[in-house]
């Protein structure tokens, strides 16, 4: 089957660097996408990740490695707004988008 | 419109009702997609369309219907609503299948 893991709750202080872990196992592999989902709200869009290495956004970045299955995001500089749910999506072989169960960002003054 | 919107924001159905949640995007993207999300569990596809006048079934399909008559419209029906269907659903579209996916604000859907 498919299978998207990630941790389910992480605390981190502001102003401070995380990192949020993602592993998969899909059938197929077509790209990793991060997204950003406030409470009550809907996802979106962080970063895209297609060959290995890391992507940097700003204060975001993202890191692949195909042979192993692996992902994660980088947040530096944390602010009180980065508080919310990272989720870490895999694109099958048949182009959908299959999801981890996210996970939810804490941050502390 | 600016993206996508859904409607209604909100519902409580009664078990048995027919209920259509509603989907419009303005960007002119030819894929969009029908999500649930529920509490600790990942968003799964319940139905997709890759362009106007196509449809597909996704990971959970049972229960609901999908039509796309247009490149802006994309409608999703219960045909008689039960309570397992009680849950966040998310619209989405994209310019393509290779593109990262914009979602509406979410419809909250109780059934009882």
């Known amino acids: 089957g498919q299978n998207i893991d990630q941790p389910t709750e992480m605390t981190a202080t502001e102003g401070a660097i995380v990192q949020i872990n993602c592993t998969y196992q899909?059938?197929?592999?077509?790209?990793l996408f991060w997204y950003q989902q406030h409470a009550g709200e809907a996802p979106t869009f962080l970063s895209y990740?297609?060959l290995d290495g890391l992507e940097e956004k700003g204060r975001f970045s993202s890191f692949l490695s195909r042979s192993k299955g692996y992902s994660y995001l980088l947040l530096k500089e944390l602010q009180m707004k980065d508080s919310a749910s990272y989720l870490c999506a895999v694109k099958d072989s048949n182009y959908q988008l299959i999801w981890g169960a996210g996970t939810k960002l804490i941050i502390k003054p | 419109i600016a993206g996508i919107t859904q409607a209604p924001t909100s519902q409580i159905l009664a078990a048995g009702r027919r209920m259509t949640l509603r989907c419009t995007q303005d960007?002119?993207?030819?894929?969009m997609y029908w999500y649930r999300q529920d509490l600790g569990l990942g968003l799964r596809l319940i139905h997709y369309s890759n362009t106007a006048g196509t449809t597909g079934k996704g990971e959970v399909p049972d229960g609901y219907s999908v039509s796309r008559a247009n490149t802006d419209d994309f409608p999703l029906t219960l045909a008689s609503a039960v309570p397992s269907q009680t849950s966040v659903y998310f619209c989405a579209s994209s310019a393509g299948t290779h593109n990262e996916q914009f979602f509406g604000p979410g419809t909250r859907l109780t059934v009882l």
């Open positions: 990740n297609v």
């Open positions: 960007m002119r993207h030819n894929a």
């Open positions: 899909t059938s197929g592999f077509n790209g």
